[in-house]
């Protein structure tokens, strides 16, 4: 999923936390498998945000014909991304439409360090927080 909420948490140890939708599959996902990955994209590639903002297609090793390798705990690396981390959930915080998921870095990797990473302020995608149900 394209993620807008990501911040660290901790430095010892490394923490990471992000923020999912109850009804996103990503949610289910994360609670179901206890693991997931942050894939940091290069500012010159944001049209990938656009894809994963509804549910992915997976075919073999592909998500939305993207190629992805299996992270050390079983969460999908892009192979197109700059860096990533690999986490382990260490705790989850229900905020009401939300969830805080706070993971443990436990592998990560850089694949290009000469790209700057993308940020929301790249794309012309934004996220409100509109309430559910019309609100």
Same mark, same amino acid.
């Given at each position: 999923?394209t993620? +807008?909420?990501? !911040?660290?948490? /901790?430095?010892?140890?490394v ?5 999912? %939708?109850?009804?996103?599959v990503t949610h ?10 942050v894939?940091?994209?290069?500012s ?5 945000f656009v *894809?994963? +903002? *509804?549910?992915a !297609?997976?075919e073999g090793l592909?998500?939305n014909?993207r ?8 969460a999908?690396i892009?192979?197109?991304?700059i860096?990533w ?7 989850s915080?229900d905020f009401? !439409?939300h !969830? ?11 694949? %290009? %360090? ?5 940020a929301? /302020?790249?794309?012309r ?5 509109? *309430?559910?149900?019309g609100?």
């Amino acid at each position: 999923m394209t993620a +807008s909420w990501i !911040t660290q948490l /901790s430095m010892e140890p490394v923490l990471v936390g992000v923020g999912v %939708d109850n009804s996103a599959v990503t949610h289910r996902l994360i609670s179901d498998g206890g693991s997931f990955t942050v894939n940091l994209w290069s500012s010159d590639d944001t049209r990938v945000f656009v *894809k994963f +903002s *509804k549910p992915a !297609t997976r075919e073999g090793l592909t998500l939305n014909g993207r190629s992805v390798t299996p992270a050390p705990s079983g969460a999908p690396i892009f192979d197109e991304s700059i860096a990533w981390m690999d986490c382990t959930v260490r705790n989850s915080i229900d905020f009401g !439409t939300h !969830t805080l998921f706070v993971g443990e870095v436990t592998a990560a990797g850089v694949n %290009d %360090d000469e790209q700057r990473a993308a940020a929301m /302020s790249d794309t012309r995608m934004k996220y409100g927080g509109v *309430k559910r149900g019309g609100h």
